[in-house]
């Protein structure tokens, strides 16, 4: 069946056949297209643990409530696919308003050129020849929109020896990065970072196209040290657009920065300003505002509940992802041993948090208080349980998670739910890592 994106453009759907090799699915879907697996109305109860999960009805609540407040604080979005590297919702990403999507890898690039996405911001420096002259060949169609980053002036010159040679179409847009000590990438000083801005301004292959950064990196909380340093971080990359103003063409420009956690502090920043250059875009690049969490963004993100108080909650982000996993063992008497662990749920940014337990997948669920997880193996968690706690072997725990960029890039295939309350699985997310 075809699918077309609002532009009446066609977008290119994997639908290959479901197979074994898709962990966690019913044994019924082999063979089958996922369109034919769906048609067949599956239920979540069919499936083997352990499961990565998503929500219909909270990823839809996400993507508005995102539209919402990017529209209203004046942002396009450009949000980072590399969180889920599913483009199916990449898509529903694009046709809630986003201008594009934003990628961390020239090979993501590719997977988001071969199924037809037209507007892609590489977070990153593109130095591989190869990769470079793969994006020289796409710019020949006139729908493609890319930029990348660059933060010194050895990157400029690595590029444009790599194109040497190259017949363009038009120039490869290049935002100029600017980091921070401490930091990741990106030039450590303004009059670097000019530096690299006039040397792509000579480029007869490069396009200057604006200023680019990344704040995440310089925090881990909101306390008032990490925000103070991101808010002069922002400053900076503020004041290094405004001194190029001289430096651009008459071509739109991009001021970009904004991951999901202090996207309230670029707005701060960047937002009440009297566009002091011309032509010029503001761009976030939040990609996990999409699912949220139960961990780092709950307690990180602008938009959280705890956050927000007594907000509206048609203004407030779900957690849109869980894990669930069986009982396996109970080897001594306030220890569980479940058939998940690092090869299936994430854990960098905080262990799983237990909620509820139920006899199987499908059946109603009460909560697990005060119930932890310790520690994770490859393939097991070990869940801590209260005190004369009952929980028997076979049953299944509810795990909230942390960070979905984590998450997703264990799965090739994921369950979606009409929602948590519910039985019927409506989508399955591809993804490709």
Known sequence: MQQFDRYGAEIRVDNNQLS??????????????????????????????????????????????????????????????????????????????????TLATAGQVRVARDFGFESIMLANALTDARALRFVAAQLADPSFSFSCWADSVDTVEVMERALDGVELARPINVCV????????????????????????????????????????????????????????????????????????????????????????????????????????????RSGAYLTHDDGFYRGISPLDASRLGDADPAHVLRPAMRGLARVLSRPEPQLALLDAGKRDFPYDEGLPIPQT??????????????????????????????????????????????HPCTAFDKWRCIPVVQNWESDLVVGLVRTYF
Not at 31 to 46: C, D, W
Not at 262 to 268: M, N, P, T
Not at 364 to 380: E, I, K
């Open 357 to 402: 337990r139920a006899i199987d997948l499908g059946a109603a669920a009460t909560p697990l208080t005060g119930a932890s997880v310790s520690a994770m193996n490859d393939q097991h968690s070990f869940l801590r349980l209260a005190p004369a706690q009952e929980l028997a072997i076979g049953s299944v725990v509810t795990l909230g998670l942390s």
């Open 177 to 284: 990065e600017l980091g921070a000590d401490g930091g990741r990438t990106g030039a450590r000083t303004l009059a670097d970072a000019r530096g690299v801005a006039e040397r792509i301004r000579r480029s007869s292959v490069l396009r200057l196209a604006g200023v680019a950064g990344y704040e995440g990196c310089l925090a881990h909380d909101r306390n008032e040290q990490g925000l103070a340093a991101v808010r002069d971080y922002l400053e900076a990359m503020l004041e290094l657009h405004t001194s190029l103003a001289d430096e651009y063409d008459d071509q739109e420009v991009i001021l970009t920065a904004g991951g999901s956690a202090y996207f309230d502090l670029v707005d701060d920043v960047f937002g009440p300003i009297d566009n002091p250059v011309p032509n010029t875009r503001y761009v976030l």
């Open 20 to 101: 074994s090799r898709d962990k966690g699915l019913p044994a019924r879907a082999a063979g089958l297209t996922v369109e034919q697996f769906l048609a067949t109305r599956p239920k979540l109860s069919e499936f083997w643990t352990p499961l990565l999960v998503l929500s219909d009805d909270a990823l839809a609540h996400n993507l508005g409530v995102m539209a919402d407040w990017t529209a209203r604080h004046g942002f396009s979005l450009m949000p980072h696919g590399k969180t889920t590297m599913a483009p199916d919702l990449w898509q529903r990403q694009i046709d809630t308003g986003s201008f594009g999507i």
